[in-house]
């Protein structure tokens, strides 16, 4: 069965409770039926959407720091920084999103190959395409945070039965909506056929502060600590001898629901914790 028709692209959409769009393995989908360009999404178990009608959401667990690598730093910003990507490689509790061709056949394009074009990029924050390889050097393929321009912004993909899974990188919370054009050089022809912009909705989640409640000290000296984040986020847990000077105790990926988080008895003379998100 297909999901709903979404009409608002703010907070509504994830009070809507969209655990399919959310974790669903998605394309980026491109066709070319009797000549007509066609960009939409492909879910893979719900089937082909026009793009306006499935807003991909970008789940708590998403949320990272950007590495203190200039590689990663010139499309993402400040290292240590906060980023939400949806990786290359399947990651529980987030959506598994590639890109792919299909009803292409051998032939249609010089090459069999296709570009991906970042055309636009409406939202909060910067937009980043990237892969990484097996020795994990990253490859920048889509970036705005210097503009975009189709002629260096692009992704090229195999035109016949392609599918590839990268890394989609946003730097702030809120909504994007990121204009895509697919270009190829017809075999017959060698002339340059280019799609028209295709705009897809992403939503990338408002972070909720990690709550800690009140430290309970035990019979043999340590401390539990009863700790509750988003589902899927990340939670440091801090101690300090007094307020500001907090170091790091370890952290857990939060359920949604309180748990339990055990502070040895070694640690447990610190005077304040704290649940922190990086």
Do not use: C
């Not at 570009?115 to 980043?128: S, T």
Request: avoid cysteine; charged fraction near 10%.
């Amino acid at each position: 069965m297909k999901l709903p028709v979404l009409p608002q692209f703010l907070s509504p959409i994830l009070a809507a409770g969209l655990s399919l769009v959310a974790t669903a393995h998605v394309h980026v989908q491109i066709g070319f039926p009797a000549g007509q360009w066609d960009l939409h999404v492909l879910d893979y178990e719900a089937g082909p959407f026009a793009p306006a009608e499935y807003p991909l959401v970008v789940g708590a667990a998403a949320r990272q720091r950007v590495p203190d690598d200039p590689r990663f730093t010139s499309a993402l910003g400040l290292a240590g920084g906060p980023v939400w990507i949806l990786p290359q490689n399947e990651a529980a509790g987030l959506l598994n999103l590639g890109v792919g061709t299909s009803g292409i056949s051998a032939g249609v394009f010089a090459g069999n190959q296709l570009r991906l074009e970042l055309r636009h990029v409406e939202g909060p924050g910067d937009f980043a395409l990237f892969s990484i390889s097996p020795f994990g050097a990253p490859t920048i393929h889509l970036a705005s945070r210097d503009g975009t321009d189709p002629a260096v912004d692009f992704l090229t993909v195999p035109a016949v039965n392609g599918h590839l899974h990268v890394n989609w990188a946003f730097t702030a919370p809120g909504t994007y909506r990121v204009g895509l054009a697919a270009r190829g050089t017809l075999a017959a022809t060698g002339q340059s056929a280019v799609s028209p912009v295709t705009e897809y909705v992403f939503v990338v989640p408002a972070p909720q502060a990690p709550v800690l409640g009140t430290p309970r000290l035990l019979a043999d000296g340590s401390v539990e600590l009863i700790v509750t984040g988003s589902a899927g986020a990340l939670v440091e847990i801090q101690a300090a001898p007094v307020p500001g000077v907090w170091a790091p105790l370890g952290s857990l990926r939060a359920s949604g629901a309180p748990q339990t988080f055990s502070v040895p008895a070694s640690v447990a003379t610190q005077r304040f914790f704290r649940a922190y998100m990086p």
